[in-house]
């Protein structure tokens, strides 16, 4: 993968960004020295989140086959979820004015 420092991206501009993209679909931003941040195109992006979504399903595919899921009404669920909520909320420290 392509490295850029934060120096090179400052005098270089989107052009030192597009001249290492041209050779790797990733390139990382250091900043002092520490990766810190990851540019790519918008294609590779979008074919990325796609490759996420694909997982995403594929779990839960994986999910339904192995009977990990509920079948309920709307109305259950969400009074699930509240249950849910006021449960954990019950279980967290009171917090402390400042």
Same mark, same amino acid.
């Given at each position: 993968?392509?490295?850029?420092?934060?120096?090179?991206?400052?005098?270089?501009?989107?052009?030192?960004?597009?001249?290492?993209?041209?050779?790797?679909?990733?390139?990382?931003?250091?900043?002092?020295?520490?990766?810190?941040?990851? $540019?790519?195109?918008?294609?590779?992006? #979008?074919?990325? @989140?796609?490759?996420?979504?694909?997982? %995403?399903? =594929?779990?839960? &595919? !994986?999910?339904?086959?192995?009977?990990?899921? $509920?079948?309920?009404?709307?109305?259950? #669920?969400?009074? @699930?979820?509240?249950?849910?909520?006021? %449960?954990? =909320?019950?279980? &967290? !420290?009171?917090?402390?004015?400042?």
């Amino acid at each position: 993968m392509s490295h850029l420092s934060a120096n090179d991206l400052k005098t270089g501009g989107v052009a030192a960004i597009a001249a290492a993209l041209a050779e790797q679909p990733e390139v990382i931003i250091s900043v002092r020295g520490k990766d810190r941040f990851v $540019v790519m195109d918008m294609e590779h992006y #979008h074919y990325l @989140r796609e490759c996420e979504l694909d997982a %995403a399903l =594929a779990q839960s &595919q !994986a999910d339904v086959a192995a009977g990990r899921f $509920v079948a309920e009404s709307a109305q259950a #669920h969400v009074a @699930r979820l509240d249950a849910m909520l006021v %449960a954990g =909320a019950s279980h &967290q !420290a009171p917090r402390r004015k400042a």
